[in-house]
């Protein structure tokens, strides 16, 4: 594997459905974020993890729960979610420190696809 | 604070002719600029970035973006359009520091871009 992958790329879940989507980056970075993005709206950061540690949470309603358990992987948690929950939901990375940090370019997954219904 | 304006939700060009996709920002430090195109269900690749170095840019597929600092302008264009082209494209602003800390990446709202045969 290379790059950002995400699983599953599609997902439908009833609204008191739990899941999980996985995010798992093979770039040797060490900042990950997760991203949604919805019909007719602009990209919406989540959150952002630093080496493991969360740096940024935009307001995220509790039904979203992430959990960043090394550098390499991020997965968000979803319980009792909301029909206008339904998006799409990327991952993205990129290297914190050093030169590369200081214009924080991000490589994103492909994404996942989801549905709540 | 940063923030990205494209103007034009939805541009439509001939198979052949120019593509313009412009983008103006606004930041409170020098920018660095980057444009992600987005093909339908995929996640966002990068196609160029400034990074202060030359102010005319080019990236991959044959795209090219010219920073103008007069102008807070960073357009995208491609001489010739293909159909394969056709996708979504996002205009994108971080800052940085001198501590080398991400500064977060700030997306417009992207711009559709159709090609017809």
């Known amino acids: 594997e290379t790059g950002v992958t995400q699983t599953p790329r599609h997902l439908v879940m009833g609204m008191t459905n739990k899941k999980s989507l996985k995010c798992e980056q093979h770039?040797?970075?060490?900042?990950m974020y997760w991203y949604k993005q919805s019909a007719k709206k602009p990209l919406e950061l989540m959150f952002v993890?630093?080496?493991?540690?969360?740096?940024e949470n935009n307001s995220v309603p509790s039904r979203f729960s992430p959990e960043c358990p090394n550098s390499s992987h991020l997965f968000l948690h979803l319980h009792t979610l909301q029909p206008e929950d339904s998006a799409l939901y990327l991952c993205a990375s990129s290297q914190d420190g050093g030169l590369a940090a200081t214009y924080n370019e991000q490589f994103f997954g492909p994404g996942t696809r989801l549905t709540v219904l | 604070a940063q923030s990205v304006t494209q103007l034009g939700s939805h541009v439509s060009v001939s198979e052949g002719a120019l593509v313009l996709l412009r983008c103006n920002y606004s930041s409170s430090v020098p920018p660095y600029l980057f444009w992600y195109v987005q093909y339908p269900n995929q996640g966002l690749q990068l196609l160029l970035k400034y990074t202060s170095a030359a102010t005319l840019v080019k990236g991959i597929n044959g795209f090219e973006a010219e920073f103008k600092k007069s102008e807070t302008s960073f357009h995208l264009t491609k001489p010739s359009a293909h159909m394969s082209d056709a996708a979504e494209y996002f205009c994108a602003v971080s800052g940085h520091n001198s501590g080398g800390s991400n500064y977060k990446l700030t997306f417009g709202k992207g711009t559709l871009l159709t090609v017809n045969p």
């Open positions: 993890y630093n080496f493991k540690e969360q740096t």
């Open positions: 770039l040797g970075h060490n900042a």
